[in-house]
């Protein structure tokens, strides 16, 4: 399976399987091959099902699948429960990107209702159950990433690809799951600077911190490493004053966490622990990787490793160090969280707005004056560039920073 994703698309492969078939039609062996064919196909179905969004596989499985159908009762079934699998996988994958675009909307919705308001605690005030619908959101990004996608960010242009492969590169649902740890971040960074009493920004920062803590101890790395980059963007970074003794040393412990001394060897060593944790109850927990470092671990294995040997063969080395690597997704796609949905949460979390980076800094800025003559000049800068805007929508925030960002990267629910 890596080793077809190594080449970006799986087109050609069925179409030789189709004629292959075709061509031993007459053969005695005919009715032997068939089911191991279609016994392929089933694997290929499973395993991904987003290839069959293109018409020209679909045609071929058509094909496939009606020259086999007619070989015996038990070949027809087969090539039932094959059709009506794929339509499932298929039918699944089109609600959830309808959903996805739903949650768009709901959010740009948000971005303009003067009933708006940024506050996480007015919603829930346990980071363990923020944490909780956290991770619920994340495996399900997760779960709607097909596994091609992971290869197909990495292949060269098309210029070096087979013609059959020109257009094959699809990966919307990866690209959509970065930018989920994008909006994380982001989040996390409005919270604290829309605060505008220094005591209610503690309040909120010392509760941010903890709902790392509780994805860390969900094995969440993902929400885990977003809310970590949010609590260390410069916007945040230099709000000292609402910092206690004990907030300093959790965020200690957590850039520790996040340190990329040694290829972030403190990270990688808790996830080989946690994964070895998780996978005494796989039905009931999972492990939600780093996404961002783990894409960075495909591109070089990608990148660093020839696909074919000198003599032409596969590198099947360079296969299984790929497969290896983004079975560390899928590993986790039968489990069933065993803490509850809140509803409410969920849909904060996935459509407040968030504030930019020259909005994040200017709202810094008037929460703690700036400290030296860089950054009174850049505090200058940014009034003239966002005051207007900023009296503009005044009217659309309850105690809150005026400015949200238009650009939102919302993700799935059920």
Request: net charge negative; with cysteine; hydrophobic share 35%.
């Amino acid at each position: 399976e890596a080793c077809v994703c190594v080449h970006g698309g799986l087109y050609a492969t069925l179409h030789c399987l189709f004629q292959g078939l075709q061509l031993r039609k007459n053969d005695p062996e005919y009715p032997d091959l068939a089911p191991k064919y279609l016994q392929l196909l089933n694997e290929w179905v499973d395993k991904f099902p987003y290839d069959f969004r293109d018409e020209r596989m679909m045609v071929s499985f058509k094909e496939l699948t009606q020259a086999a159908a007619p070989l015996s009762l038990e070949m027809r079934k087969t090539v039932g429960h094959l059709q009506a699998n794929l339509i499932k996988k298929l039918n699944s994958l089109e609600k959830y990107e309808r959903i996805l675009s739903q949650l768009n909307i709901a959010a740009m919705e948000r971005l303009i209702d003067p009933k708006t308001e940024v506050n996480i605690l007015r919603i829930c005030e346990n980071p363990a159950v923020v944490a909780q619908q956290l991770t619920y959101i994340e495996l399900e990004r997760l779960n709607n990433i097909g596994p091609e996608e992971f290869i197909q960010t990495f292949v060269k242009s098309t210029e070096e690809k087979e013609p059959l492969y020109r257009d094959m590169k699809k990966t919307s649902n990866l690209e959509a799951y970065v930018e989920w740890f994008n909006r994380l971040s982001y989040l996390t960074a409005t919270e604290i600077c829309v605060s505008d009493k220094k005591r209610d920004r503690t309040k909120v920062l010392d509760f941010i911190v903890d709902v790392a803590f509780e994805c860390r101890k969900l094995h969440n790395f993902n929400s885990c490493m977003a809310i970590i980059a949010g609590l260390f963007m410069s916007s945040v970074n230099r709000l000292k004053k609402a910092r206690t003794r004990a907030i300093e040393e959790k965020l200690q412990e957590l850039e520790h966490l996040a340190d990329p001394v040694g290829n972030y060897m403190v990270y990688r060593e808790e996830l080989k622990d946690s994964t070895s944790i998780a996978a005494q109850s796989i039905k009931s927990s999972c492990v939600v990787p780093f996404f961002g470092l783990l894409v960075k671990d495909i591109y070089f294995t990608q990148e660093g490793n020839k696909t074919r040997l000198e003599n032409g063969n596969i590198n099947f080395e360079k296969c299984m160090l790929l497969a290896n690597l983004v079975s560390q997704v899928f590993l986790w796609k039968e489990t069933m969280l065993p803490f509850p949905r809140v509803q409410e949460v969920l849909n904060y979390l996935m459509t407040i707005p968030a504030l930019t980076d020259d909005e994040l800094q200017l709202a810094s800025y008037e929460l703690e004056p700036p400290a030296n003559d860089g950054e009174k000049r850049r505090y200058q800068q940014l009034r003239e560039q966002l005051g207007i805007r900023r009296e503009n929508s005044r009217r659309h925030t309850t105690g809150t920073s005026p400015f949200f960002s238009s650009e939102d990267s919302s993700i799935k629910e059920e």
